[in-house]
Nanobody
Framework: QVRLVESGGGLVQPGGSLRLSCAVS????????TGWYRQAPGKEREYLAR???????DYADSVKGRFTISRDNDKSTVYLQMNSLRPEDTAVYYC?????????WGQGTQVTVSS
């Protein structure tokens, strides 16, 4: 059994930064390709970025150049550094990976960008 636990969300002013963390509860799964997603009220869940076990990354156009995904396999944690935040980045942020054909999701962490 494995759980993903997101943390690091909060309230930030426009132009500010936050770093989200995604902790994997079982080290046996800490090398999987892991993605970050978000869901704003009334909108569908949106893909943001992913990182492979070897560190290869991919980003959605909406966050490219502002967000950076990284991982520390020794800490079983994947990070999302978010800079130049905008009000439209307000959402619940989730991390996820796939195991045996099913997608595992964390509980999410709220990010609110507002002055």
């Amino acid at each position: 059994q494995v759980r993903l636990v997101e943390s690091g969300g909060g309230l930030v002013q426009p132009g500010g930064s936050l770093r989200l963390s995604c902790a994997v509860s079982n080290r046996a799964y800490n090398m999987l390709t892991t993605g970050w997603y978000r869901q704003a009220p009334g909108k569908e869940r949106e893909y943001l970025a992913r990182i492979s076990s070897g560190g290869a990354t991919d980003y959605a156009d909406s966050v490219k150049g502002r967000f950076t995904i990284s991982r520390d396999n020794d800490k079983s944690t994947v990070y999302l550094q978010m800079n130049s935040l905008r009000p439209e980045d307000t959402a619940v942020y989730y991390c996820s990976f796939g195991i045996g054909g099913r997608q595992v999701w964390g509980q999410g962490t709220q990010v609110t960008v507002s002055s």
